[in-house]
């Protein structure tokens, strides 16, 4: 099993541009999440997925979209990259009643 | 809003001693909660869980919780250079959709 995998790795880009984050889990996880991590802010959460279908905005969800594609697929979207969007993304996946695990990540600069 | 505050450290231990980080959390309503370690540029992995009050312990690591003072903490008994990371506090609510993570302890382990 691979866990949560996430692509890409990293990613520049310019103020404006567009670009989706791929996250994807093969533990049959019910609920998926995308968070972000600061320095000095800890990890926060943007959306997330608790089943297949749904989806809910978490803490600081704006400047993003997220589509759940399938059980599995869970992606993030930046419409217009801004430079307070430079960050490092995280996807994790959860089974209830356990705990959340998390891909390797993606480093996102905007310059 | 639901809060998770930790010493952010860094907390410097000897090689060999117990290194013990505290979690206090808002939300009396929480359920659940875990500790994650996390290596620089790398993602949160679990250590441990705990839902009831009282110790759990896994290997050289116990969590302890008392939720009426509202308070998690992680005992790292014969603390090793390799335990050097920020660890992670993250609690769930009632739900247990979501969890909210408080900003990490730094943990320096001194040979």
């Known amino acids: 099993n691979a866990g949560v995998t996430q692509t890409p790795k990293f990613q520049v880009l310019k103020t404006g541009q567009s670009m989706t984050l791929q996250c994807a889990q093969d533990?049959?996880?019910?609920?998926m999440y995308w968070y972000r991590q600061d320095p000095g802010m800890g990890l926060r959460l943007i959306y997330y997925?608790?089943?297949?279908?749904?989806?809910d905005k978490g803490e600081v969800p704006n400047g993003y979209n997220v589509s759940r594609l399938n059980k599995r697929e869970f992606s993030l979207r930046l419409e217009s990259a801004a430079p307070s969007q430079t960050s490092v993304y995280f996807c994790a996946s959860r089974w209830s009643p356990e705990a959340q695990y998390f891909g390797p990540g993606t480093r996102l600069l905007v310059l | 809003q639901k809060e998770v505050e930790q010493n952010s450290g860094p907390l410097s231990v000897p090689e060999g001693a117990i290194a013990s980080l505290n979690c206090t959390y808002s939300?009396?309503?929480?359920?659940?909660f875990f500790w994650y370690r996390q290596y620089s540029g790398k993602s949160p992995e679990l250590i441990m869980f705990?839902?009831?009050?009282g110790d759990k312990e896994d290997g050289r690591f116990t969590a302890q919780l008392n939720k009426a003072s509202q308070y998690v903490s992680l005992l790292i008994r014969d603390s090793q250079p390799s335990d050097s990371a920020t660890y992670l506090c993250a609690v769930g609510g009632a739900a247990g959709n979501k969890l909210t993570f408080g900003g990490g302890t730094r943990v320096l382990v001194k040979p």
């Open positions: 533990m049959n996880h019910n609920s």
């Open positions: 997925s608790a089943s297949e279908g749904t989806t």
């Open positions: 705990i839902y009831s009050n």
């Open positions: 939300d009396r309503g929480s359920q659940s």
